[in-house]
Nanobody, 117 residues
């Protein structure tokens, strides 16, 4: 069974930065396309960034130029570097394997990111 463990969230002021990590176990990580999703209160979960096994990346327009997704296959970990954070980035952030734009596995606990104005 695939396990996803997110960490690195916190409270930060507008304009600040955070780096999220997601450790993945139970699958051959290096061949999986991975993504970071977020869910704000009262809103649907959305895909904000994804990275293929070949390290090609894609970003939602709302985070393009501010967020960077990366991966370390040796550590089975996917990262999300978030810069120039805005209050509208406040959400619980989750990682998952991505096929198309769909998440494949059961969700982990997520990590809360709160950006104060």
């Amino acid at each position: 069974q695939v396990q996803l463990v997110e960490s690195g969230g916190g409270l930060v002021q507008s304009g600040g930065s955070l780096r999220l990590s997601c450790v993945v176990s139970g699958t051959l990580f290096s061949i999986r396309d991975m993504g970071w999703y977020r869910q704000a209160p009262g809103k649907q979960r959305e895909l904000v960034a994804d990275i293929t096994s070949g390290r090609r990346t894609n970003y939602a327009d709302s985070v393009k130029g501010r967020f960077t997704i990366s991966r370390d296959n040796a550590k089975a970990t996917v990262y999300l570097q978030m810069n120039s954070l805005k209050p509208e980035d406040t959400a619980v952030y989750y990682c998952n394997e991505v096929v198309g734009r769909a998440a494949i596995h059961s969700w982990g606990q997520g990590t809360q990111v709160t950006v104060s104005s």
